[in-house]
Every structure is written in C-alpha cells, then in structure tokens.
C-alpha cells in the first residue's frame, strides 16, 4: 500500500514560479515598475502603452540559457519625450544569484541592441538571496575594459518592511509578501498552509478588481505549492469562507483554472498593450471599476480605445467614464443603457 503523504512533508518547488512571474508582468507592467523601480515608471508615458516583445527575445536568446532558472521578458515603451525604449526584465527564480547572471544580462543587452539598433534597459529581480541595488558584469585586460551595470530589486530586501508591504495597494506587494513567506517556509508545509491561507484571505480585505484577486489566488498557488491534501484542505477553507460573505472570486477562479481557466485565461492573457494600461489607468484615477464597466470598455474598438486614453486623464469620477461610454455607444447607433 503507497504510504500516505503527510502534511509536514516538503512540497516540491512549483517549476512554473517563471511562468508566473511572467504573467503578472504581462497583466501589470505599470504596477511592477512603480513597485520596484518607480524612477522608471514616471519617465514612461503610460497613455500610448506598452508591447510585448518575446519574439525578439527568443531570437537572440543564448542557448546556454534555456531552464527554469530565469524569467526573463522584454518590453517596448514609450518615454514622456516621445523616444521609444526597451525593458529588458529578468527575474532570477532560485535561491541565490547562480555564477553567470551579470553577464547573461549583459549578453542579453547587447544582442538585442546590435540586432535592433535600439536603446535597451535591463532590469533584475532576485527572488532568493544575494547582492541588491546594482549589478554588474565587468572584464578587463591590457587596458581593455567593458563595464555594464543595471538596476537590482531583492525580495529579501522587503523582509523588514511587512507592515508597509501590508498597507501597499499594489499587487506587488502581495506578490512580494508571497515569494517571501515560500522562501521561509521552504520544508514546513503547516507553516505554508498558514501563511497561504492568512495570505489567501488577505485578498479578501483589499479593494481588488475580481481579475487581480484571481491573477494573485493564481500567482499564490503556483509559489507556495503545497501537498494535495493541505491544497484541498485550503480550498474547502476558502469556499465556506465564500459561501458565509456571499462571495464569489476563488471559486470563480477554480472554474477558471481547472474547467474553463486556460481558455480564458489564455483570452486575458492577450489583452495586453494600450487595453490593459487603460483599465489600469482608470482604476488610478477614478477608483475600482465595476464588471460592467470592465465589459463594456473590453467592447471598445482599438481606435475607441486609444481616444479613451486621449480623454482618461480628464475624468474625476466613474460618472465621467460612464457619460463618455454613453457618447461613443450613442455615435456608433448603439443603445446606451445601464447601469454601473
């Protein structure tokens, strides 16, 4: 008879920790760089958004890198002067910087620069241990020098900072909070199932969309992988809790996830660019939009959206998003009733 697993058994490392951390950069760039590189994000002109550039990527990806040990994405943006640039993202998924990453970025840079003529900035989040603020790739000989440094954010730096981590609107911090209780708890599964629930609940009390509490219940489960009983122990703990406060968001997501969870999410994940720095831009200005609101602007026509990114930063309230709606609908032929 197989021996049971038991409860304070180590969970193996979910191997899709890369895959989610590239999720959550996709679905929210602007809050990743206001998070950890807020010098960055103010420099960008968030109206004309943002494009994913992954096939370029791979085009000039060293074969030496190919693994689970990096998540690494690329990103066009525009700057508040007009001029265009390249984020170049990595994220080291382990428990310490491995020998080769300050130059693996380097290689990355410069491959990317020479093919496309463009200017490149790279960017790395470690979510282990290792050396913070600053890194560098550096190589010398006989007067002959190349120095190439980029911008470092630690995960283990936050460790301190609980508190503001818990007062942070930014889905980040959750982010944060969750890499940081997954690398404690690594080998003490109670403690896992502890922190993931107080974590899991947490969710609840912030003023989160219904899409971000499903895209952070997702990044949750993939970090902070549990055994299957803990998982289903947990998931029965969350629909009773749902059932008491009328609440349907985890449960939403299971059948997200499990029966129709790839289909759509897959359909999210291509909302990306000028359609997802909008609804976030209009979440900064006016507040938490309803799903109503949410489904009549994913109706929008790409050039409806870029005049509502025109007009967005005029708005003060969601009676302001709500009257503009109503004009395009009515323009277009359409009726433009409900209600928000």
């Not at 008879?1 to 969970?11: D, G, I, S, V």
């Not at 700057?79 to 990453?101: C, M, S, T, Y």
């Not at 969309?209 to 902070?224: C, E, G, P």
């Not at 029966?259 to 909302?271: H, S, T």
Request: net charge positive.
């Amino acid at each position: 008879m197989p021996r049971k697993k038991l409860l304070t058994e180590t969970a193996q490392p979910s191997p899709d920790q890369d895959s989610a951390w590239k999720e959550m950069l996709d679905e929210y760039l602007p809050a990743f760089l206001k998070f950890f590189f807020p010098r960055i994000y103010a420099e960008v002109d968030w109206r004309r958004g943002y494009e994913s550039l992954d096939k370029e990527l791979a085009q000039i990806r060293p074969a030496h890198a190919a693994g689970k040990l990096l998540a690494d994405k690329l990103f066009k943006v525009y700057l508040k002067n007009g001029r265009p640039a390249w984020l170049l993202i990595h994220i080291e998924v382990q428990d310490r910087v491995v020998r080769g990453f300050a130059r693996r970025l380097f290689v990355y840079n410069y491959r990317l620069q020479d093919k496309h003529g463009v200017e490149v900035v790279s960017l790395a989040v470690i979510t282990g241990s290792g050396r913070g603020a600053v890194g560098r790739y550096e190589t010398a000989r006989w007067g002959c020098s190349i120095t190439f440094e980029f911008p470092v954010a630690m995960i283990a730096d936050f460790a301190g900072r609980w508190d503001e981590l818990e007062a942070s609107d930014n889905v980040f911090a959750v982010v944060v909070m969750a890499q940081l209780k997954a690398q404690e708890t690594k080998g003490d599964n109670e403690r896992r199932l502890a922190w993931k629930r107080k974590l899991i609940f947490g969710l609840y009390r912030r003023k989160f969309s219904r899409a971000k509490i499903i895209n952070l219940f997702r990044f949750l489960d993939w970090v902070m992988t549990l055994p299957p009983e803990a998982e289903e122990q947990l998931r029965q703990e969350v629909y009773e809790f749902e059932e008491r406060n009328n609440m349907a968001y985890v449960t939403s997501f299971e059948r997200l996830a499990k029966a129709e969870g790839k289909a759509e999410g897959k359909a999210e994940g291509l909302e990306l660019g000028k359609r997802a720095v909008i609804l976030q831009l209009l979440e900064l200005q006016i507040g938490e939009l309803t799903d109503h609101l949410r489904k009549r602007i994913s109706r929008l026509s790409i050039e409806q959206i870029e005049q509502l990114a025109a007009a967005l930063l005029k708005f003060k309230t969601k009676a302001d998003l709500t009257e503009w709606l109503k004009s395009q609908t009515a323009s277009a032929g359409q009726p433009a009733n409900g209600k928000e």
